[in-house]
């Protein structure tokens, strides 16, 4: 199964950046959607696929939370 996993734009250099996804920052690539630095964007298979409002990265890593918790 594949998911999708938000995390916020820290780096970008032309088409490609960085970005902190529960705390780690590794390279996204950027030439699907207009984002900026600061933005928070849905990342699939190392690819930005749409700029989140910080409300819904913030639900959707609260349900990534419950899972952590219900696999202890």
């Known amino acids: 199964?594949?998911?999708?996993?938000?995390?916020?734009?820290?780096?970008?250099?032309?088409?490609?950046?960085?970005?902190?996804?529960?705390?780690n920052i590794l390279?996204?690539?950027?030439?699907?959607?207009?984002?900026?630095?600061g933005d928070y964007i849905l990342i699939h298979a190392g690819c930005a696929i749409n700029v989140l409002r910080k409300s819904e990265a913030d639900e959707i890593n609260e349900l990534f939370d419950l899972i952590d918790e219900y696999g202890k």
Not at 1 to 19: E, Y
Not at 27 to 37: C, N, S
Request: proline share 6%.
């Open 1 to 23: 199964m594949c998911v999708a996993v938000p995390g916020k734009l820290v780096q970008m250099d032309g088409g490609r950046g960085k970005a902190d996804i529960r705390g």
């Open 27 to 37: 390279p996204v690539e950027l030439g699907v959607v207009k984002a900026k630095i």
